[in-house]
């Protein structure tokens, strides 16, 4: 991650860094399981609080359990029956659930499963516990992004959702990226941007010392990590007499790599990319979708 800030910091002038720290921000919802009142008017606060109501329900369908498919924000008690917009009466409910019950109360809808409806209800009236706290890992990458020296700006998920959907941009992981925190501008031109995805692959074995069949430590005679210049990872365009290959090779100590399922000899290959722990893809076909948020 850091790799990237310095490294990016080198092709553009970078001067402040957004970062996601959490779901869902406390201070925007004053207290989240007594208000809630607004969550469908579209506000920030609304999308504060659907976070958060994500995160209580654990992002899975409170009546059939049912996660990775779309859920939307359920009332317990039916609107149409008094039920409130507070927290304490939201649930989440996949589109089959929520078209089953529909006005329905709870009780009625759940009369032949009393164990979930005894469940739902205990669960609702539960605030979610250390609502507050932030992931660990975040925190980390917060510290030592604040390290770089330059001005690190922090959203709330709840922000981001907000941002990209005011804005009317699909749900992918780069337009979330591109809209987080308060600074993201009022008009994103995403129009012709291909997202570069960069996935951390390593930087092959590392094999500290090699035992024998008796415990001992073997005498191994270090290999060079590299032969005729070439490293395994390394990304090769090979122009053979059997064909034209593309890809990552696996080399050996001998003029012979693996490429794909061929052996090529390395006089045929011109190296496209050089193996540096990362692999690098455009994603061509559209954009992929992130995970359902709901
Ligand atoms: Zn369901």
């Known amino acids: 991650m850091l790799t990237w800030v310095n490294r990016l910091s080198w092709y553009a002038p970078i001067s402040a860094i957004s970062m996601e720290l959490v779901r869902f921000d406390?201070?925007?919802?004053?207290?989240?399981?007594?208000s809630g009142?607004?969550?469908?008017?579209?506000s920030l606060a609304g999308y504060e609080i659907r976070e958060y109501v994500l995160e209580k329900w654990q992002r899975a369908c409170a009546y059939c359990e049912?996660?990775?498919?779309?859920?939307?924000?359920?009332h317990i008690h039916p609107r149409a029956k008094g039920g409130t917009n507070r927290v304490s009466n939201l649930c989440l409910a996949c589109e089959k659930c929520n078209t089953a019950k529909g006005t329905q109360d709870i009780a009625?809808?759940?009369?032949?499963?009393?164990?979930v409806l005894k469940k739902?209800?205990?669960?609702?009236?539960?605030?979610?516990?250390?609502a507050t706290a932030v992931n660990s890992t975040r925190w980390k990458l917060?510290?030592?992004?604040?390290?770089?020296?330059?001005?690190?700006?922090c959203g709330s998920g709840g922000l981001t959702r907000y941002n990209r959907t005011t804005r009317n941009l699909p749900k992918t992981h780069w337009l979330d990226a591109a809209n987080v925190g308060t600074s993201t501008p009022v008009v994103l031109i995403t129009k012709g941007i291909k997202p570069l995805k960069i996935k951390a692959t390593g930087h092959g074995r590392r094999k500290m010392c090699v035992t024998d069949a008796d415990g001992f430590p073997k005498h191994h005679k270090e290999r060079k990590s590299s032969y005729m210049g070439y490293r395994t990872g390394d990304m090769v365009k090979a122009i053979t007499p059997k064909g034209t290959y593309w890809g990552r090779i696996a080399i050996r100590h001998r003029p012979s790599f693996r490429l794909g399922k061929t052996d090529v000899h390395p006089k045929y290959m011109r190296r496209l990319h050089r193996a540096d722990g990362y692999e690098y893809t455009y994603e061509t076909k559209g954009v992929r979708d992130a995970p359902p948020h709901g």
């Open 26 to 34: 406390m201070q925007l919802m004053e207290n989240p399981e007594v």
């Open 108 to 115: 009625v809808f759940l009369k032949k499963k009393p164990e």
């Open 120 to 130: 739902i209800q205990a669960q609702a009236k539960k605030p979610l516990k250390d």
């Open 142 to 153: 917060f510290e030592r992004l604040k390290a770089t020296g330059l001005p690190v700006e």
């Open 66 to 74: 049912a996660k990775d498919v779309p859920l939307q924000i359920e």
């Open 37 to 42: 009142v607004e969550y469908q008017q579209g």
